[in-house]
Protein backbone atom coordinates (compact mmCIF):
# COMPACT_ATOMS: atom_id res chain seq x y z
CA UNK A 1 0.00 0.00 0.00
CA UNK A 2 1.73 3.02 -0.93
CA UNK A 3 1.62 6.13 2.02
CA UNK A 4 -1.36 8.64 1.76
CA UNK A 5 -0.60 11.84 -0.54
CA UNK A 6 -0.32 15.03 1.50
CA UNK A 7 -2.39 17.23 -0.34
CA UNK A 8 -1.47 20.68 -1.12
CA UNK A 9 -3.88 23.14 0.98
CA UNK A 10 -4.93 25.20 -1.88
CA UNK A 11 -6.67 21.92 -3.12
CA UNK A 12 -8.28 21.11 -0.16
CA UNK A 13 -9.94 25.11 0.48
CA UNK A 14 -10.55 24.71 -3.47
CA UNK A 15 -13.08 21.56 -2.32
CA UNK A 16 -14.25 21.99 0.27
CA UNK A 17 -15.61 25.65 -0.38
CA UNK A 18 -16.74 24.20 -3.57
CA UNK A 19 -19.25 21.66 -1.27
CA UNK A 20 -20.48 24.27 1.13
CA UNK A 21 -21.00 26.89 -2.08
CA UNK A 22 -22.69 23.83 -3.54
CA UNK A 23 -24.62 22.76 -0.30
CA UNK A 24 -25.84 26.96 -0.34
CA UNK A 25 -26.16 27.16 -4.29
CA UNK A 26 -28.98 23.99 -4.05
CA UNK A 27 -30.92 25.57 -1.09
CA UNK A 28 -30.91 28.94 -2.65
CA UNK A 29 -32.11 27.34 -6.24
CA UNK A 30 -35.00 25.01 -4.51
CA UNK A 31 -35.88 28.10 -2.51
CA UNK A 32 -36.53 29.40 -5.57
CA UNK A 33 -37.81 26.86 -7.72
CA UNK A 34 -40.50 25.72 -5.19
CA UNK A 35 -43.53 28.53 -5.15
CA UNK A 36 -42.71 28.41 -9.01
CA UNK A 37 -43.86 24.81 -9.18
CA UNK A 38 -46.62 25.40 -6.81
CA UNK A 39 -48.11 28.27 -8.52
CA UNK A 40 -48.08 26.20 -11.78
CA UNK A 41 -49.36 23.02 -10.01
CA UNK A 42 -52.60 25.04 -9.08
CA UNK A 43 -52.88 26.99 -12.72
CA UNK A 44 -52.90 23.46 -14.04
CA UNK A 45 -55.69 21.93 -11.86
CA UNK A 46 -58.11 25.34 -12.39
CA UNK A 47 -57.37 24.39 -16.05
CA UNK A 48 -58.26 21.17 -15.59
CA UNK A 49 -61.32 21.63 -13.92
CA UNK A 50 -62.37 23.92 -16.56
CA UNK A 51 -61.73 21.66 -19.23
CA UNK A 52 -63.58 18.63 -17.36
CA UNK A 53 -66.65 21.06 -16.73
CA UNK A 54 -66.49 21.64 -20.88
CA UNK A 55 -65.97 18.00 -21.74
CA UNK A 56 -69.02 17.02 -19.37
CA UNK A 57 -71.41 19.69 -20.91
CA UNK A 58 -70.42 18.70 -24.58
CA UNK A 59 -70.70 15.18 -23.71
CA UNK A 60 -74.47 16.21 -22.60
CA UNK A 61 -74.96 18.08 -25.81
CA UNK A 62 -73.54 15.49 -27.87
CA UNK A 63 -76.03 12.56 -26.06
CA UNK A 64 -79.07 15.18 -26.52
CA UNK A 65 -78.57 15.65 -30.44
CA UNK A 66 -78.09 12.46 -32.00
CA UNK A 67 -81.48 11.30 -33.06
CA UNK A 68 -81.59 7.91 -34.33
CA UNK A 69 -84.49 5.97 -34.19
CA UNK A 70 -83.41 3.20 -33.07
CA UNK A 71 -83.66 3.61 -29.44
CA UNK B 1 -44.20 -20.52 0.80
CA UNK B 2 -43.69 -20.10 4.55
CA UNK B 3 -40.99 -22.12 4.57
CA UNK B 4 -38.91 -19.92 1.92
CA UNK B 5 -39.70 -16.77 3.85
CA UNK B 6 -38.43 -18.46 7.22
CA UNK B 7 -35.39 -19.87 4.88
CA UNK B 8 -34.42 -16.55 3.52
CA UNK B 9 -35.01 -14.89 6.88
CA UNK B 10 -32.88 -17.21 8.83
CA UNK B 11 -30.27 -16.69 6.10
CA UNK B 12 -29.58 -12.83 6.95
CA UNK B 13 -27.79 -12.62 10.43
CA UNK B 14 -25.38 -14.90 8.38
CA UNK B 15 -25.65 -12.33 5.08
CA UNK B 16 -25.43 -9.86 7.72
CA UNK B 17 -21.76 -11.05 9.18
CA UNK B 18 -20.62 -11.67 5.66
CA UNK B 19 -21.10 -7.78 4.65
CA UNK B 20 -19.48 -6.48 7.89
CA UNK B 21 -16.48 -8.96 7.61
CA UNK B 22 -16.08 -8.16 3.86
CA UNK B 23 -16.00 -4.57 4.21
CA UNK B 24 -13.73 -4.06 7.76
CA UNK B 25 -10.92 -4.43 6.06
CA UNK B 26 -11.50 -2.38 2.84
CA UNK B 27 -13.10 0.38 5.74
CA UNK B 28 -9.69 0.50 7.65
CA UNK B 29 -8.17 1.40 3.74
CA UNK B 30 -10.68 3.86 3.32
CA UNK B 31 -9.98 5.64 6.61
CA UNK B 32 -6.16 5.09 6.17
CA UNK B 33 -6.09 7.01 3.24
CA UNK B 34 -9.01 9.67 3.94
CA UNK B 35 -7.50 10.70 7.57
CA UNK B 36 -4.80 12.56 5.72
CA UNK B 37 -6.13 13.32 2.68
CA UNK B 38 -9.44 14.07 2.73
CA UNK B 39 -9.57 16.25 5.75
CA UNK B 40 -10.65 19.10 5.51
CA UNK B 41 -7.75 22.44 5.56
CA UNK B 42 -7.06 23.32 9.61
CA UNK B 43 -6.99 27.16 9.44
CA UNK B 44 -3.75 27.40 9.20
CA UNK B 45 -3.65 26.11 5.77
CA UNK B 46 -5.99 28.53 4.73
CA UNK B 47 -3.06 31.57 4.50
CA UNK B 48 -1.26 28.83 2.71
CA UNK B 49 -3.80 28.02 0.11
CA UNK B 50 -4.44 31.49 -0.99
CA UNK B 51 0.12 31.99 -0.96
CA UNK B 52 -0.25 29.68 -3.54
CA UNK B 53 -3.07 31.24 -5.76
CA UNK B 54 -1.18 34.09 -5.56
CA UNK B 55 2.04 32.06 -7.13
CA UNK B 56 -0.22 30.34 -9.59
CA UNK B 57 -1.65 33.73 -10.90
CA UNK B 58 1.55 35.22 -11.00
CA UNK B 59 3.43 31.90 -12.91
CA UNK B 60 0.32 32.54 -14.97
CA UNK B 61 0.96 36.56 -15.89
CA UNK B 62 4.68 35.91 -16.00
CA UNK B 63 4.21 33.45 -19.38
CA UNK B 64 4.44 30.07 -17.61
CA UNK B 65 2.14 28.55 -19.07
CA UNK B 66 3.58 27.79 -22.77
CA UNK B 67 6.15 25.96 -20.53
CA UNK B 68 3.47 23.46 -18.86
CA UNK B 69 3.98 19.49 -20.21
CA UNK B 70 0.64 18.37 -21.74
CA UNK B 71 1.24 15.92 -18.90
CA UNK B 72 1.40 18.25 -16.18
CA UNK B 73 -2.00 20.09 -18.01
CA UNK B 74 -3.91 16.91 -18.21
CA UNK B 75 -3.25 16.15 -13.92
CA UNK B 76 -3.87 20.11 -13.89
CA UNK B 77 -7.52 19.69 -15.69
CA UNK B 78 -8.15 16.29 -14.01
CA UNK B 79 -7.92 18.00 -10.68
CA UNK B 80 -9.97 20.39 -11.20
CA UNK B 81 -12.61 18.71 -12.51
CA UNK B 82 -12.23 16.76 -9.44
CA UNK B 83 -12.64 20.15 -7.94
CA UNK B 84 -16.16 21.07 -10.13
CA UNK B 85 -17.63 17.66 -9.01
CA UNK B 86 -17.15 18.64 -5.17
CA UNK B 87 -19.54 21.84 -6.16
CA UNK B 88 -22.07 19.48 -7.91
CA UNK B 89 -22.31 17.05 -4.49
CA UNK B 90 -22.86 19.91 -2.49
CA UNK B 91 -25.58 21.58 -4.75
CA UNK B 92 -27.27 17.54 -4.59
CA UNK B 93 -27.03 17.74 -0.47
CA UNK B 94 -28.60 21.35 -0.79
CA UNK B 95 -31.26 20.38 -2.99
CA UNK B 96 -32.39 17.16 -1.23
CA UNK B 97 -32.27 14.35 -3.88
CA UNK B 98 -29.49 13.26 -6.63
CA UNK B 99 -31.73 14.23 -9.92
CA UNK B 100 -33.81 17.03 -10.42
CA UNK B 101 -35.52 19.26 -7.89
CA UNK B 102 -38.26 17.65 -6.02
CA UNK B 103 -40.31 20.69 -5.99
Avoid: H
Amino acid sequence: MLPPVAVSPLIKTARYSALIAGIIYGKKRYDYLKPIAAEERRIEEEEKKIQEEQARIAKILAEANEDTILK
Amino acid sequence: MAQAVQKLVSKVPGMINATVAYSKPRLATFWYYARVELVPPSPAEIPKAIQEATNLVKGLQAGRLGQTTVREAVRNGLVATEVLMWFYIGECIGKGGIVGYDV
